[in-house]
């Protein structure tokens, strides 16, 4: 028998216990970036107090220091299904992404292709369209306007004896959707091109399995996945050891070092294994028989996964019923496991600031704006009218913040309709 126990998860996260004017704080932001756990809080202050150093010292607190590394290396490795060589840390998934395409574009030619997507937040775009300086050509796959699902025919459209990389997504910052990266991966590989994926939206939602996908990099960040603010690189070990990086002279050769340029954010990689330690407890508590480290992970994702799904099946059609909602995204209960709990929408008569703001003032905190998903923000036509309210649940989310929301947005959305 299994069990989610909410109330034990939502007791790991003293953000929850806030209150705004006079309201119970429902944390609905969290595709910009997710509240930490206390075990999150602990580890980071135990690093200041007993470990707090820089490397390769011959002392105490630096040979903490990189044992604690290996430590986290060795944690993340275990959430992504990968060798430890082959995670790489950084400031943001945006920093090393950029670092990865700088690299990547000293080995290519013009004429030779990039493909990118209309779903994905910027920092898997710009990177690639700064390669055009150097003759790169960028081509961009369009979406299915009616539910903001890839359009894999034009991705297989867009893919020539040209292309040298896919650029594109797991799961959409801006409206949900998960993409078909498995099938991507099998397309690129098919005519000799990498896959680079931003998984920042989905790793908080699911499992991710870089051996399964046959991905080539995968980038992630902790902060999104109930962490610190540490970028988080997979990248295939004969890739991570022939590109050439941009580093300092003295910087190691070996992989991954060679990839990690300057004084990492060591607090912060302490905070990112009592996070994976967090959700693999999460996995043994819902599943006590798990062996392992890996296996608990998977346990938790199952679970997460399941509760999120049950929030979206009584979100969706409440939000639905409401007058005035444009809601983005999928919303065929029989396809929700293609879609995370994250949704986008509009309200006729207001801006989305405005709802923002309306929410935030009763305790409800959501993000308005294009969310740097600027492409698809442009592709609905809803850019310069202020893109869209975006309402992201976690699995420390509960049905009864969900009925405050719908039960706010009516008493917004009825005036508008009467007016």
Known sequence: MTIFDLDWIRAQFPALRQEMNGYPVAFLDGPGGTQVS???????????????????????????????????????ADFLNCDRDEVVFGANMTTLTFA????????????????????????????????????????????????????MLDLEHQITERTKLIAISYASNAV???????????????????????????????????RSLGCDFLVCSAYKFFGPHVGILYGKREHLARL???????????????????????????????TIEYLAELGRRVSPSVTNRRSALATAMIAIQTHEQSLSEYLIPHLLEIPGVTLYGI??????????????????????????????????????????????????????????????????????????????????AQPSVVA
Request: overall charge negative.
């Open 331 to 412: 919303t065929e209960r029989s396809q929700l496991n293609w879609r995370t709990p994250t949704f986008g929408l509009r309200i006729a008569g207001y801006s989305p600031a405005e709802i923002a703001k309306i929410l935030g003032d009763r305790g409800i905190f959501a993000w308005n704006g294009n969310f740097y998903a600027l492409n698809l923000t442009q592709r609905l036509g809803i850019e310069k009218s202020g893109g869209l309210v975006r309402i992201g649940c976690t699995h420390y989310n509960t049905i009864e913040e969900i009925q405050r929301l719908l039960h706010t947005l009516h008493d917004v």
């Open 100 to 151: 990865i395409s700088r690299s990547i574009g000293r080995e290519l030619q013009p004429g030779d292709e990039i493909v990118v997507t209309t779903l994905d937040h910027d920092a898997n775009v710009a990177p690639w369209l700064a390669l055009q300086e150097r003759g790169v050509m960028v081509r961009t796959v369009d979406i299915h306007e009616s539910n903001c699902t890839l359009d």
């Open 38 to 76: 206390q075990g999150v809080i602990d580890a980071i202050a135990n690093y200041f107090t007993t470990s707090n150093s820089n490397l390769h010292g011959a002392f105490a607190t630096s040979v903490r220091t990189e044992a604690l590394v290996e430590q986290t290396r060795s944690a993340v």
């Open 176 to 210: 949900g959707t998960i993409n078909d990266v498995k099938r991507a991966v099998q397309l690129a590989h098919a005519v000799g091109a990498w896959v680079f994926v931003d998984a920042v939206h989905y790793a908080p939602h699911g499992l991710i399995d870089v």
């Open 244 to 274: 050439q990086p941009y580093k300092p002279r003295p910087a190691p050769e070996e992989v991954p070092f060679r990839w990690e340029t300057g004084t990492q954010n060591f607090e912060g990689l302490a905070g990112v294994v009592a």
